[in-house]
């Protein structure tokens, strides 16, 4: 049972537009909910997270909307730049982020 | 920011065998974590680690794998012996308290023939 999925599985954009991947759960007692990005032959990294009482978070060109009703949240991310090439993954968790549930993740591929 | 290494980066054993993947966490952090994803397939959380003691471990924690971290030196993951379906990328996180940020290695690949 996949608690944590995400679309589209892969996703390319042209260089300043902005990306849209979206995530979903099933569990109510999520209540964290972080976003990972991972290049290559890293580790994922922590980019920017949301707790269920809000509604959105901003940090920079990347904005995270949630709608707890909907049980669904999405990652933007404005102007998209090559850099911003790699793998995300939306993670939940009750309680803080102490065991994450992952999401397969969603390969995005920016051209200049 | 914080780095966390992963030895080796990749391991391939014939089956039976024992295997130890090691971490170095961040230097000041107390939590440590253990991940596992096969190719293809979301990374699912093994096992947490505090103070010496496992915290929570998920199901696929199997009794062939154990944890620990000896007077500060490495974090460790041991699976013995190990099955076909061991193989997979194993990623370790560490984080200051429990409800941190976790910073996470670049993962061990482990094939078991």
């Known amino acids: 049972q996949q608690q944590v999925r995400q679309s589209p599985q892969s996703l390319t954009v042209w260089e300043g537009e902005t990306a849209i991947l979206n995530c979903s759960y099933e569990?109510?007692?999520?209540?964290?909910f972080p976003w990972y990005q991972q290049f290559p032959g890293e580790g994922p990294a922590l980019l920017i997270s949301?707790?269920?009482?809000?509604d959105k978070k901003e940090d920079g060109r990347f904005t995270i909307f949630f709608n707890k009703r909907e049980k669904k949240l999405s990652l933007h991310i404005a102007d998209s730049q090559p850099g911003d090439s790699a793998t995300y993954f939306c993670?939940?968790?009750?309680?803080?982020?102490?065991?994450?549930?992952f999401g397969k993740g969603t390969s995005l591929v920016v051209h200049p | 920011g914080p780095k966390v290494l992963q030895i080796p980066s990749h391991q391939i054993i014939d089956m039976g065998q024992m295997v130890t993947l090691n971490c170095d966490p961040v230097?000041?952090?107390?939590?440590f974590y253990w991940y596992k994803q096969i190719l293809g397939q979301q990374m699912e959380f093994l096992v947490n680690?505090?103070?010496?003691?496992?915290?929570?471990k998920s199901k696929l924690f199997k009794d062939q794998f154990s944890v620990e971290r000896p007077d500060g030196s490495y974090f460790t993951l041991k699976i013995q012996p190990t099955a076909l379906e061991d193989s997979a990328v194993y990623f370790c996180?560490?984080?200051?308290?429990?409800?941190?940020?976790?910073?996470f290695g670049p993962g061990t690949r482990l094939l078991v023939l």
């Open positions: 680690f505090y103070n010496g003691k496992v915290m929570e």
């Open positions: 230097s000041n952090h107390l939590y």
């Open positions: 949301i707790l269920s009482v809000s």
């Open positions: 993670a939940a968790s009750p309680g803080g982020n102490y065991k994450p549930t």
């Open positions: 569990n109510s007692a999520f209540d964290y």
């Open positions: 996180a560490s984080s200051l308290l429990g409800q941190d940020t976790q910073y």
